[in-house]
C-alpha cells in the first residue's frame, strides 16, 4: 500500500523484510510489477518532470531508498519503517531467485561491466536461469524487448540509470509477466 507522501512522492509502507516476502509472493503468482527505488536525486527530478512523475505513481512499489527520505517523513510526523535501497533488494532477489530457480533478464551498464557482472552472477547464484542479457547502450529497442516477450524471465533487472530505466520499464513491463525493477548502478557494483 503506497500511504507516505514525502517531497510530492507516494512511498510504499513496507520495510525490507516485508517487500521482499512480497515479491516472493508476486513471484509465485506471476504478477505483473514495476519497482521504482527512488533516492533523493529521483525525488528532486520528478518534481520538476510530470511526465517522470506520472511514471513513478504508476509503479506498483516506490521504495525510499535514501536516509534523507527517511529523515524527511519522520519530520512530516508520518514515518516510513527504514531505507530499503535497490541494491540490497537485488541480492535479496538473486538470493531468492538461486534458492527457486527463478529466471531473470539483466538489461543495462557498458557491456565489458555487464559481462564482469553476469560471470559473478553466474557464480554466486549458479542456480538462477539467466534468461538474457544486454548492456544498456542501444538504439533499437526491438531485439531486447522481444527477447524479454519470448523468455518472460520471472524478474527483469534494468540498469539504465534514471530517468531512462524508468521510462523504458513503464513502456515495456506490460509485454511480460515479470518482477521489472531499475537498479541504477547495481550492476557496475557487482562488477567490482
Ligand atoms: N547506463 C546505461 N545506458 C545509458 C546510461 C547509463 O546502461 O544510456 C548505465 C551506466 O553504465 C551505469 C548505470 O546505467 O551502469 C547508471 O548508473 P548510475 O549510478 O549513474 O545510476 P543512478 O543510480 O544515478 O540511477
Do not use: C
Request: aromatic residues 10%.
Amino acid at each position: 500500500p503506497k500511504e507516505i507522501n514525502v517531497l510530492g512522492i507516494n512511498f510504499t509502507n513496507i520495510n525490507n523484510k516485508e517487500l521482499i516476502s512480497q515479491l516472493k509472493i508476486d513471484s509465485h503468482n506471476h504478477s505483473n510489477r514495476f519497482i521504482v527505488t527512488a533516492n533523493p536525486e529521483i525525488v528532486l527530478y520528478a518534481r520538476d518532470n510530470p511526465k517522470y512523475l506520472s511514471i513513478i505513481e504508476s509503479a506498483d512499489y516506490t521504495i525510499a531508498d535514501g536516509i534523507g527520505i527517511i529523515k524527511g517523513a519522520k519530520i512530516l510526523n508520518t514515518p516510513l519503517p527504514e531505507r530499503v535501497t535497490g541494491f540490497d533488494t537485488l541480492l535479496s532477489l538473486l538470493t531468492f531467485a538461486n534458492e527457486n530457480k527463478k529466471s531473470i533478464y539483466f538489461l543495462g551498464a557498458k557491456s565489458e561491466t555487464l559481462d564482469k557482472a553476469i560471470k559473478k552472477i553466474k557464480n554466486d547464484y549458479p542456480n538462477l536461469e539467466i534468461a538474457g542479457y544486454h548492456d544498456g547502450y542501444f538504439t533499437d529497442d526491438s531485439d531486447i524487448v522481444t527477447e524479454i516477450k519470448h523468455n518472460k524471465p520471472d524478474f527483469v533487472f534494468v540498469a539504465l540509470g534514471f530517468p531512462k530505466q524508468e521510462f523504458f520499464i513503464s513502456k515495456y513491463h506490460n509485454l511480460s509477466p515479470s518482477i521489472w525493477m531499475g537498479v541504477g548502478g547495481s550492476f557496475d557494483v557487482l562488477a567490482g
